[in-house]
């Protein structure tokens, strides 16, 4: 056998490399501009207008691919929209004329289009704005003062411990506290609110005069703020036990008792009331109370007249699965009442607790409390907060869009039936898992110098969560 020279043998395959990559590189292909760009760099509606006569010119975002134009005039034939466009050389549109099918009530579409080049073509996302009256509140520009033990505000306001605070209310101008907390039942100033005051200093809360309030298994337990008037109900032990309302408007001044009943002598009553308060006045302070029975079998109504005289007690029927926590909220201005707990769905029903209509129990999370309907800047929302019953449950502020619709059960109606049920804001309180979770929602307006609405202010408070306050601005035109 022949050796083979190691070294010749090296030098041989040294050599055979060089000559593959000089012969690589003498033919190795090189970059070729290709003449099939297709680069929109410009572009305009020709035909925007009612008379068709009109150019608008668009903004190119070519990194996004997107297109978009100042609002255009809705009598525009959208169905034929003309452009003229600046493209790379020998591209054209994909079409003459693109349809934009906008659907009733929808203000904005977006379609795709195609620069086309030879082979090649690239796709642009094109929207169109129309220049029609915008309503209701803009939901992307909240304002949040918080006091939950959500991390994103302030830390969850002090009395929210141990369940000593189970009822609150919100009037506009003040925030109710109705506590068993060391600092006892007091207002705060909203504009104190908004501007993080420290509360822990005794000054900024406005304490209530508490002179004369005894009686029940707890002296206070739930409360409600309407137009400056403020209410306070005990929670009773049963028939025999006092169930007593209290009023005030001066908080250093006593209240007067307005409400010191017997239960026992309403024929048809349950035995504990006060664990709810649903309070339904009108601006002349006439309207109703409602107090759920403990057992959730009955509801006690009261008249109210001249926000301070109680009368007429009536025994109405209940639903087991609204629970101790029932709510039956007024929509303003209508005969309907927003009734529900957070174990039932929500309902319509009459003054005297006759269920008029009844939403899918699963069109809006079933553990929805204190939900209310209600309308600002010529939109309607329904505006409820969960309550967390077991670990899977969370407390979370929602509001769902309800505009379209005549009425009310118009209104819920046409959302049961959306496919899309998606709430357009809602908020963590990040509350724990409660076995008494009072929750309570408000809702006030603020009007411009001309009496139109101006500002949305919700507000939600939840046992051992805390409470959080949200103003919205009424939508704009952004061009």
């Not at 034939?77 to 929808?106: H, M, N, V």
């Not at 509801?299 to 301070?308: D, P």
Request: glycine share 8%; hydrophobic share 35%.
């Amino acid at each position: 056998m022949e050796l083979i020279n190691k070294s010749k043998y090296g030098f041989l395959i040294a050599s055979l490399m060089v000559w593959f990559f000089v012969a690589c590189s003498d033919d190795y292909p090189k970059n070729i501009d290709s003449p099939y760009e297709v680069v929109l760099k410009s572009i305009k509606i020709v035909n925007a207008g009612p008379d068709g006569n009109r150019v608008v010119e668009g903004t190119v975002d070519e990194d996004k691919k997107t297109v978009t134009f100042p609002r255009i005039e809705p009598e525009t034939d959208l169905s034929a929209i003309r452009f003229e466009a600046e493209l790379s050389e020998g591209a054209t549109l994909d079409k003459e004329y693109y349809a934009f099918p906008f659907s009733e009530g929808e203000a904005e579409k977006t379609i795709v289009i195609k620069v086309v080049n030879g082979p090649r073509f690239r796709e642009y996302f094109v929207t169109l704005r129309l220049k029609i009256p915008v309503y209701g509140a803009d939901f992307t520009k909240p304002q949040i003062f918080d006091y939950t033990n959500n991390e994103l505000g302030m830390p969850v306001y002090p009395t929210f411990v141990s369940a000593l605070t189970r009822g609150s209310g919100f009037d506009g101008s003040h925030v109710l506290i109705v506590t068993r907390h060391a600092w006892a039942s007091h207002l705060l100033k909203v504009n104190d609110i908004k501007n993080n005051v420290d509360f822990n200093d005794e000054s900024k809360r406005i304490t209530l005069n508490l002179t004369g309030v005894t009686g029940g298994t707890y002296p206070v337990n739930c409360g409600a703020i309407i137009s400056g008037h403020i209410y306070i109900a005990n929670l009773s032990g049963g028939k025999v036990s006092p169930f007593k309302i209290y009023h005030w408007t001066d908080p250093t001044e006593p209240p007067q008792i307005i409400a010191n009943l017997n239960i026992g002598e309403i024929e048809g009553a349950g035995n504990r009331h006060g664990d709810n308060m649903s309070v339904n006045l009108d601006k002349n302070g006439n309207g109703y109370m409602y107090f759920g029975d403990n057992a959730a079998t009955t509801i006690l109504r009261l008249k109210v007249t001249n926000y301070t005289t109680i009368s007429d007690p009536v025994v109405l029927p209940s639903r087991k699965s609204v629970t101790f926590c029932m709510s039956f909220n007024r929509v303003d201005n209508t005969d309907d009442y927003i009734f529900t707990g957070y174990e039932a769905p929500i309902m319509v029903a009459d003054e005297n607790a006759n269920i008029k209509y009844e939403l899918s129990t699963n069109a809006v999370p079933l553990r929805g409390s204190d939900a209310r309907v209600i309308s600002f800047n010529k939109e309607r929302y329904l505006i409820m907060t969960t309550a967390a019953r077991s670990g899977s449950d969370a407390t979370v502020f929602y509001v769902y869009n309800i505009t379209k619709g005549d009425n009310t059960i118009d209104a819920l109606n046409i959302f049961n039936e959306q496919s899309d049920k998606s709430p357009i804001f809602q908020y963590s309180l990040l509350g724990p898992v409660n076995a008494s979770p009072s929750t309570q929602t408000g809702w006030h307006v603020i009007k411009d110098a001309e009496g139109n609405d101006e500002t949305l202010m919700l507000y939600t408070a939840t046992t051992d969560a805390g409470f959080v306050l949200f103003e919205f601005p009424k939508k704009q035109l952004d061009d």
